[in-house]
């Protein structure tokens, strides 16, 4: 197996979907030329050429449009919007089209467009390139979304949703592009939609995440077990759909729950679990459920990024008093 950091598994994973299946296309803002601003779909215009791979201006509204019909008349394009923040133009489009259309016609058209961002913050970048809209995006009916935190995961993922007939918002954690390499099988494999991943085993509080955030959590068990307090970690792999079951299972288990995401807390991922957890394991919690989260504000520009997004001390902080209850 390949050592591979998360841009080189996604960049594999398209090579190898893009030969398996002649009818996916690439498009997006410098995907072609250039191999993205994070050189993400490098290699793909040179390997399968110009109507397969190729640039589009930077109108996310018109790329959003043109795919959805390039889709219903049976292509697999997977779209690039350059940051996460400029996706907003067309939200439009995914609330209103995209993801509607099989319900619309009853079935008779799918929609399997694939639409990827570099995600979230953690890269010291400008305004609308830093932020965390799963929430917004997870809670439109019909589309799949999956925020991976692992260069296998990763890999996985896409080739599960190549093979679906969903469209999907594949959210790319841009802190963990180049952070660590990981053994990734080089034949292809599939990682299932809607079901978590443990990343460790723990008796005395469970840790629910994703994305970015599992790192930090990891950094936090391993301080805490330290201090004699077992940590499981529950990364969710895609919020929509989430794996209650894994939820649930984990919260019985250890009777106590922490939730870190880096999206502003308010309405967020954190607090849908909660509900979750609520209606099925209320009976067994021994503590209150808390979150760490970023604010509820607009994310800061990079001077203040450290004191927007949950770091190792703000969830050791959360655990302890959860424990402490």
Do not use: W
């Not at 803002?29 to 930077?58: C, H, I, M, S, Y």
């Amino acid at each position: 197996m390949a050592k591979l950091n998360l841009v080189q598994a996604i960049n594999t994973a398209f090579m190898q979907e893009m030969e398996k299946n002649d009818k996916i296309v690439v498009m997006g803002e410098d995907v072609g030329v250039d191999g993205g601003v994070f050189r993400v779909t490098e290699g793909l215009l040179a390997k399968f050429g110009p109507n397969r791979v190729f640039d589009t201006p930077l109108a996310e509204s018109g790329i959003l449009g043109t795919a959805i019909g390039m889709a219903v008349y049976g292509l697999r394009p997977i779209v690039e919007f350059q940051f996460e923040g400029f996706s907003f133009p067309a939200y439009d489009g995914v609330l209103n089209h995209l993801a509607r259309i099989r319900n619309r016609s009853r079935g008779r058209y799918t929609c399997p467009v694939m639409i990827r961002s570099p995600y979230g913050g953690g890269v010291r970048a400008l305004e609308h390139h830093s932020e965390a809209p799963e929430t917004l995006y997870s809670h439109i009916p019909g589309l799949v979304v999956v925020i991976p935190s692992t260069p296998y995961d990763a890999k996985g993922l896409i080739a599960s949703l190549m093979d679906g007939s969903d469209p999907s918002y594949f959210f790319e954690p841009k802190r963990l592009y180049r952070a660590f390499k990981q053994e990734v099988p080089e034949e292809r494999y599939t990682v299932p939609i809607g079901k978590a991943r443990m990343v460790r085993e723990g008796k005395d509080v469970s840790i629910i995440t994703y994305g970015a955030m599992v790192r930090v959590c990891e950094e936090a068990a391993d301080s805490l077990m330290q201090k004699g307090i077992n940590c499981e970690i529950i990364d969710l792999r895609t919020i929509s759909p989430m794996d209650t079951d894994a939820i649930i299972t984990t919260v019985k288990k250890t009777g106590r729950c922490v939730i870190v995401h880096e999206a502003p807390r308010s309405f967020g991922t954190a607090a849908e679990i909660i509900a979750r957890i609520n209606e099925k394991a209320l009976m067994d919690l021994k503590a209150p459920v808390k979150r760490v989260t970023g604010y509820d504000v607009t994310t800061p520009l990079p001077k203040l990024e450290d004191f927007f997004f949950p770091d190792a001390g703000r969830v050791m902080k959360a655990v302890e008093e959860t424990m402490s209850f």
